[in-house]
Every structure is written in C-alpha cells, then in structure tokens.
C-alpha cells in the first residue's frame, strides 16, 4: 500500500515509516524537517510541508491509500495543532477519496480516562491541559468524519526496545515503547479489526 505518515521526524513517527517501509509499503514521509531524512532510506519518499497548511497537505496525500498521523503539539501552550493539523489532514482525505486513517491520540481521552493513573488525571488537569484538550478536539474531528478511521491513545511513551505487546483497552493504561505502537500503527493500515474505533494500548 501507498502510506503517508504525518509527524514523520518525531520519535514515533521515525518508527512509523520504517515499520511501514518493513512491511514493504511505499512509504512517504511528511513534515517541516524531512530534508534531513532524504538518505535514511533509500526508499523512502519524503514531502516537506506544514501540516497547518492545507494547500502542503492536500498536495501531499494525493496518490496514498493510508494516512498516519504522529504529529504532536509543538510545547505545552500550544493548544490547536493536533486538532487543526488532523482537521486539514480529514479534509485531504475526503478532496482525494483516501478512506483508511490511523491517528495516534492519548489513553486518557474520551472513555479511557478511567483507564489512566491518578497521577496522570492531575498532570491533564493542570500541566498537559491545552495537550488533553486538543487530542479531545482531535478525536472529535476523526469520529465526525466519513473515513474509515482507528484512533490508537498511547500509554505513556518511553524509548525502550519493542516488547511484541500492544492492544490493552484494559486498566490501567500505563507504558508503551515507542517501537511498539509504531507496530501497531503500522498493523492497522490493513487491519479491519478496529475500524471506526478507539483503542488504547501499552505495553505494560
């Protein structure tokens, strides 16, 4: 398959196109910063775009079976790229008549709020507020849409090495390697098992 992977330069999004190029799909790598990956691979494909620009995006999806979508807010005040970059990312999708989107969110939105630590709820109420928020308004957007959509809401991310263990959905929700849920962002893109769905995941 033809994947574009958004937020393709941060941590999880560098797993998530070389876990993509693994499974032999034809990979394209999106961000501000992609000049940098251009001799990563020799197969990879890069676009360098802002993903708050709708023109780069839209520009950008065409040709792709799949979307990911790693991005991230870009400090703890920001309080609208997550939601305006998935919102331009959805609009894309439906202009080029791309269905499979796969988003990573934050164990904690929505109905697995119960699934996260106490600890975790007052770091959402107070420090990550305007993060918390965003990825709730990001969620927003992908259910209201048409797409056929997987929200995958990470545990709390480390760099350890991949443990095979993924899918949760159970409480509580704690850790997930990074290599891990690039895996399983990665499954999803032909993988019907939790279309139109929210999934929280960890690896421990």
């Not at 008549?97 to 904690?108: H, T």
């Not at 899918?167 to 929700?173: G, I, L, M, V």
Request: glycine share 6%; charged share 25%; proline share 2%.
């Amino acid at each position: 398959m033809r994947v574009i992977v958004f937020g393709a330069t941060g941590k999880t999004g560098m797993h998530a196109w070389r876990k993509a190029l693994q499974q032999g799909h034809q990979v394209t790598a999106f961000g501000r910063s992609v000049d940098r990956l251009s001799e990563a691979d020799p197969e990879l494909r890069t676009f360098k775009g802002d993903v708050l620009d709708l023109s780069d995006v839209t520009e950008a999806v065409s040709g792709h079976d799949a979307v990911i979508v790693c991005i991230g807010s870009t400090n703890l005040k920001d309080k609208a790229t997550l939601s305006a970059g998935t919102r331009n990312i959805v609009d894309a999708m439906v202009q080029h008549e791309i269905e499979r989107l796969v988003v990573v969110s934050a164990a904690g939105v929505g109905e697995s709020w119960k699934q996260i630590s106490l600890l975790a709820r007052v770091l959402f109420r107070t420090l990550l507020r305007n993060v918390f928020a965003d990825h709730q308004a990001q969620e927003a957007i992908v259910r209201q849409s048409a797409l056929d959509w997987t929200i995958v809401r990470a545990a709390v991310l480390n760099d350890r090495p991949a443990t095979g263990h993924a899918p949760s959905n159970s409480s509580p929700a704690k850790r997930i390697s990074r290599e891990d849920l690039a895996d399983f962002l990665v499954d999803q893109v032909s993988d019907s098992a939790y279309n139109r769905q929210a999934i929280s995941v960890a690896s421990s």
